[in-house]
């Protein structure tokens, strides 16, 4: 779990200088050699750690907009995943998904930045898990900001009637984008929505990845059994701005500073400490992680982009014959000639 | 006061800042119109449509929503069935498969299947377009989705002075409009415009009637159709093709819903040449819309036409697939040149 979480932590700060290069001076979100819309997830760890230490390759995740973390702890091929996040050829899709859109089938992971729609792709690998007696489960992933969407109200609903193994996992970091969490909903306690389905909700309330990692592990066990669903929502805190860019100039400082101060990973080395682990072992992990991840990204650096035909591929697994291409048609109108 | 006046026609307005002032005049005007959106209250809009409407209005009139488009998008539709003027935001455009059924099923056709006896008189504002690297979710235009279903009015302004007198005509239409703003042209701080959309914008209100496109470039040999970003890139390659001694009219349609087919017609007159560029899909899209009309009402004039849009494809994330697929000034120039003889 420590590794997982300092892994994916130092990830994102390797990420965000390499996404600062070249744009400035006005900041210019297409420029770089990151562009497009960078969601980073200093300060969820800890859920992402906790919850996929009981994951095995077969099992599926769904991911949000903010996937890293996640995709991390589930053990997505790094190397590919940093090249699709630099837009290149031996990214995860070529470069076609990029960052918001990650998918290993290897490992079952999928992401969508669209807000809560990882949800039902999520009850349908539990449901086919459940059609051919597999004991593999399925977890979702999504922000308490998501928990108004139909998506995932009907989600809990369809995966609670089926009892399939599907595990919610909320991410609560008190904002969506500008939004605090009081301005989209009457109810602190996001567990709570499982009730009205007849499913456990269980609330880890501080983002303590050793109660994360106690809580999906009964949530998990509970589906693998064959026992369904449970929604299991998780205090975390966002270290920064929504996304890479954002000035938060809605978000009072106190509560910016309250988050950096609640640091689940130094909090969790502090308990490994506390149990007796050796500092120097502390250290060797947080260096071991550090030095995949300067590999894994020079790596990335370095590979080709992608072929700008390749734009044209991949719409269909099988193709039909005559697709419509953009190759111009010349083609004269008219009877003037 | 004349000497104010006269230096307020000077001023030169973001695109967005011009559809939020058209939008803060029909607040004070009108106690019934209200915005509704995420993060449009203190964030001020992802793409500044809200900018400084809270300062003003307060979160009563200018409200924060909980993530839940189908939620608040029909109740936009009930506001207005109601006798409101909501104005309601989807952040982007590539979200609508939510809510669609409150956007086509209830706000575009309540008015038909009632006989005409209810109207749905708001306004929802989208962003559109790509040319950042954000991929298949965030970087759609979809004119052509919201133009083909009947019953809603589709406005894709091009410039501060079009963004905001469609912005009053929107508001006070007594029917749905969906108002489509192209990221790349609000001005925004973390998106560099091109120089065109910033314009002299007028203090006072005025309206831009739906259905009156613009000629922005006046040409002799060939008809260039576009609307949003489109229309900043036609510009440019009209004038590297004017050195050439290509003289390309170039046409903002401004409204899809209602289609000024007028302009288009009489240009072809002209030209006898048409181009049309979308950065929509190409298949069933807005290109192919514009030279079916034109064949049906000006064959006979019709010299030779060329379509330039994106070809049938999900967006990209990476900069040269992107660039690939996304109509750039050198693919109009290429098409103009094309349909020369
Ligand atoms: C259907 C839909 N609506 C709106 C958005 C825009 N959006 C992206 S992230 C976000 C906030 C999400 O907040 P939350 O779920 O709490 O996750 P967090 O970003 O805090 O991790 C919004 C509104 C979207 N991507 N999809």
Redesign the interface.
């Known amino acids: 779990m420590f590794e997982d979480m300092v892994t994916a932590r130092y990830y994102e700060e390797r990420l965000q200088e390499e996404y600062l290069e070249g744009k400035q001076p006005a900041f210019d979100i297409s420029a770089g050699p990151i562009p497009g819309e960078l969601h980073l997830a200093a300060g969820h760890e800890a859920a992402a750690a906790g919850v996929c230490r009981h994951l095995r390759d077969d099992d599926t995740v769904t991911a949000p907009h903010r996937p890293h973390h996640v995709a991390i702890a589930k053990g997505v091929d790094l190397k590919r995943m940093t090249a699709e996040i630099f837009g290149r050829q031996t990214g995860l899709s070529g470069g076609k998904g990029g960052h918001m859109h990650l998918f290993d089938p290897d490992v079952n992971f999928a992401c969508s930045g669209i807000i809560a729609e990882g949800c039902p792709p999520a009850v349908g690998a539990g449901l086919a898990a459940k059609k051919r007696n597999e004991d593999s489960v399925a977890v979702a992933v999504l922000g308490e900001g998501a928990i108004s969407q139909g998506a995932f109200l009907e989600s809990l609903n369809l995966a609670a009637v089926q009892e399939l193994p599907v595990v919610f996992v909320v991410e609560d970091n008190d904002w969506a984008i500008s939004m605090p969490k009081d301005r989209i909903t009457d109810v602190d306690d996001g567990s709570l929505r499982a009730g009205g389905f007849d499913m456990p909700g269980v609330r880890v309330d501080y983002d303590d990845a050793t109660a994360v990692y106690d809580a999906a592990k009964d949530a998990i066990g509970r589906a693998r059994a064959g026992n369904g669903p449970t929604l299991l929502e998780v205090q975390v805190h966002r270290r920064m701005g929504h996304f890479m860019g954002d000035p938060q100039s809605y978000r009072p400082d106190e509560d910016t500073e309250a988050a950096q101060e609640r640091d689940s990973i130094e909090r969790l080395a502090d308990d490994l400490r506390e149990a007796g682990v050796e500092d120097d072992d502390v250290e060797a992990i947080r260096e071991r992680a550090h030095d995949r991840v300067d590999e894994v990204i020079e790596w990335a650096k370095d590979q080709p982009e992608p072929d700008p035909e390749a734009a044209h591929e991949d719409v269909f697994v099988n193709p039909p014959s005559g697709v419509t291409t953009d190759e111009p048609t010349h083609e004269l109108a008219g009877s003037d000639d | 006061m004349a000497q104010q006046e006269s230096q307020a026609v000077e001023r030169e307005l973001t695109m967005s800042r011009a559809m939020v002032e058209a939008i803060a005049h029909e607040m004070r005007e009108n106690d019934e119109v209200f915005y509704m959106g995420?993060?449009v209250?203190?964030?001020g809009g992802?793409f500044d449509s809200t900018e400084g409407l809270r300062e003003e209005f307060g979160y009563d009139r200018v409200m924060?929503?909980?993530?839940?488009e189908?939620?608040y998008i029909g109740a936009a539709v009930g506001a207005a069935q109601a006798g409101m003027r909501p104005i309601a935001e989807l952040m982007f455009v590539?979200?609508f498969?939510?809510c669609m059924d409150q956007i086509y099923n209830q706000m575009a056709k309540n008015t038909y299947m009632s006989g005409g006896n209810v109207s749905v008189p708001m306004v929802l504002t989208t962003a559109v377009g790509g040319?950042?690297?954000?991929?298949?979710?965030?970087s759609q235009t979809l004119y052509g989705t919201f133009a083909h279903l009947p019953g809603m009015k589709v406005v894709v302004p091009s410039t501060a002075y079009d963004a905001k007198g469609l912005m009053h005509n929107a508001i006070r239409d007594d029917d749905p409009v969906v108002y489509m703003f192209h990221k790349r042209l609000m001005g925004i701080?973390?998106?560099?415009a091109p120089d065109g959309p910033k314009t002299p914008v007028p203090d006072e209100p005025y309206t831009i009637p739906f259905g009156s496109a613009d000629v922005k470039r006046e040409g002799s040999d060939v008809t260039v159709v576009t609307l949003g970003l489109h229309v900043h890139q036609a510009l440019e390659a009209a004038e590297t093709l004017a050195e050439d001694g290509i003289d390309a009219e170039v046409i903002d349609l401004r409204t899809l819903v209602p289609l000024d087919t007028e302009t288009i017609l009489e240009s072809i007159g002209k030209t006898?040449r048409l181009v049309v560029v979308d950065e929509d899909y190409?298949?069933y899209g807005v290109t192919a819309e514009i030279?079916a009309s034109a064949?049906e009402e000006r064959?006979?004039?019709?010299?030779?036409?060329?379509?330039v849009?994106?070809?049938?494809?999900?967006l990209?994330?990476?900069?040269?697939?992107?660039?690939?697929?996304i109509p750039d000034v050198e693919d109009i120039e290429?098409?103009v040149r094309?349909v020369e003889p």
Do not use: C, K
Not at chain 2, 64 to 68: A, M
Not at chain 2, 131 to 138: E, K, L
């Open positions: 995420e993060d209250a203190d964030y992802i924060d929503v909980p993530i839940s189908t939620a590539d979200f498969g939510v040319t950042y690297n954000d991929a298949g979710q965030h701080g973390w998106m560099p006898g190409r298949s030279v064949a064959l006979a004039d019709l010299d030779a036409v060329e379509r849009a994106v070809p049938d494809v999900p990209p994330y990476a900069r040269p697939m992107e660039d690939e697929v290429a098409a094309a």
